[in-house]
Nanobody
Framework: QLQLVESGGGLVQSGGSLRLSCLAS????????FAWFRQAPGKEREGVSC???????YYADSVKGRFTTSTDPAKKMVYLQMNNLLPNDTAVYYC?????????????????????WGKGTTVTVSS
């Protein structure tokens, strides 16, 4: 059974760091792209980052230089390291998997491209 479970959310001050983790049970990492999305209250879900089975990565402009995504296929883990967090980063963060692409491009980091979703973890950044 393919399942994504996020962890690592919490409350942090502006300028602080958090690392989100996603346990991707049942996935063969070479064949998938794994992405992080976020949804702030009253806003649409937006793509944050992508890590492809081919080693490629892609980031939204709003997080470039601050966030880093990585995977550990042996542990079935997907990570999102978030540094220099801002109040605008406050959102529920979701881990997602795309079965049709194992690489990352702008069109892959799209909610319509994802086939699997976790339930989310909440990140709150205080000013």
């Amino acid at each position: 059974q393919l399942q994504l479970v996020e962890s690592g959310g919490g409350l942090v001050q502006s300028g602080g760091s958090l690392r989100l983790s996603c346990l991707a049970s049942g996935f063969t990492f070479d064949y998938y792209a794994f992405a992080w999305f976020r949804q702030a209250p009253g806003k649409e879900r937006e793509g944050v980052s992508c890590a492809g089975g081919d080693g490629s990565t892609y980031y939204a402009d709003s997080v470039k230089g601050r966030f880093t995504t990585s995977t550990d296929p042996a542990k079935k883990m997907v990570y999102l390291q978030m540094n220099n967090l801002l109040p605008n980063d406050t959102a529920v963060y979701y881990c997602a998997g795309d079965a049709d692409h194992n690489y990352c491009k702008d069109y892959v980091l799209n909610t319509y491209a994802m086939d699997y979703w976790g339930k989310g973890t909440t990140v709150t950044v205080s000013s």
